[in-house]
């Protein structure tokens, strides 16, 4: 089936992104939240975005009118009728997610594909809330951060994933350029389940005194080629995130290697979430 009109819910960090690789390739794009200005606010993103990518001679100024010209910032749900391609990115809350999707099953098109960006939500559970009809094209597509850096997509595939919306995800990533890996519907999929017992081990080597933060960052960097720290990586995830995920993981599959670190905790609780707050392992900016 061919994707032309792609519905993004949630106009933050993750949905401003998404919109912008697709509105990039073409796309007609519909950025949604409740509150009219949200949506606007993640246009001026895009906007800024591509301004920057014009100040650096990777598009011109055509592009990034004709890509910015492509998206349509909204509060209204109803304009999901049209879409060919619903990808909800909204808080990483299970109630807000199926309250949304479920509303989205009554609107959207039959065919309509629906994805989630979720970091760590079962997708079985989220397509619960739609119909068994819809479900053979509910599935996990998991953006990486920053979206139009970062050329990678997890397809999650649940339990009632059928072959058809999973070949045209695996389309569009190629025209996206992206390369898609695929996980089965398991607490974190792959790439979390790998990355948070690192984050983790950091924090902890960190919280108990063993190194400072510039110096266990500098390790991975210098002595294992990581193009980030873990401490530092985690702080651009967003240390609230981090926490989720690795609460999922160790709900979900136990292990101490997925345990929250005390640190984390307490950070979290203190409001210190990272660079979005000026403060988590590092102060920002550095
Ligand atoms: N931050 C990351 O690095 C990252 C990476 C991959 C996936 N994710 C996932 O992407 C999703 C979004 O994360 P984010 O970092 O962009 O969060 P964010 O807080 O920056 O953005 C979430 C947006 O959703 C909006 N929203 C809330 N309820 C809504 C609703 N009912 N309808 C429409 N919009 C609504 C909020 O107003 C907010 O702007 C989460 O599921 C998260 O786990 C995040």
Not at 17 to 43: C, F, M
Not at 102 to 129: E, G, Q, V
Not at 233 to 254: K, N, P, S, W, Y
Request: with cysteine.
């Amino acid at each position: 089936m061919s994707i032309d009109h792609v519905f993004v819910a949630g106009a933050g960090l993750m949905g401003h992104g998404i919109a912008q690789v697709h509105a990039a390739i073409g796309k007609r794009v519909t950025l949604y939240e409740p509150d009219l200005t949200r949506a606007e606010a993640g246009r001026a993103r895009i906007a800024a975005n591509l301004e920057r990518a014009v100040a650096k001679g990777r598009i011109t100024q055509a592009e990034r009118e004709a890509t910015l010209a492509r998206v349509t910032a909204t509060d209204e749900l109803s304009s999901a009728r049209a879409a060919d391609l619903v990808i909800e990115a909204v808080f990483e809350d299970e109630l807000v997610k199926t309250a949304l999707w479920r509303s989205l099953d009554a609107i959207a098109p039959a065919a309509a594909i629906f994805a989630s960006n979720t970091s760590s939500i079962s997708i079985d559970r989220l397509a619960a809330a739609t119909s068994e009809a819809r479900r053979p094209q509910f599935l996990g597509m998991h953006f990486f951060s920053p979206v139009p850096v970062m050329p990678l997509i997890e397809l999650i595939r649940g339990a009632a994933t059928g072959e058809v919306a999973e070949a045209a995800i695996r389309a569009l990533a190629d025209e996206l350029g992206k390369q898609v890996i695929v996980s089965a519907d398991r607490p974190g999929f792959l790439v979390n389940r790998v990355l948070m017992p690192l984050l983790a081990e950091a924090m902890r080597a960190y919280e108990e005194g063993t190194g400072t933060a510039d110096d266990i960052d500098t390790g991975a960097r210098v002595g294992l080629n990581h193009p980030m720290g873990p401490l530092e990586l985690a702080d651009f995830i967003g240390l609230d995130v981090c926490l989720g995920v690795m609460r999922v993981l160790h709900e979900g599959l136990g292990g101490a290697q997925f345990e929250p670190p005390r640190v984390l905790v307490e950070l979290v609780d203190a409001g210190h979430l990272g660079q979005k707050t000026g403060r988590g392992f590092h102060t920002y900016p550095r």
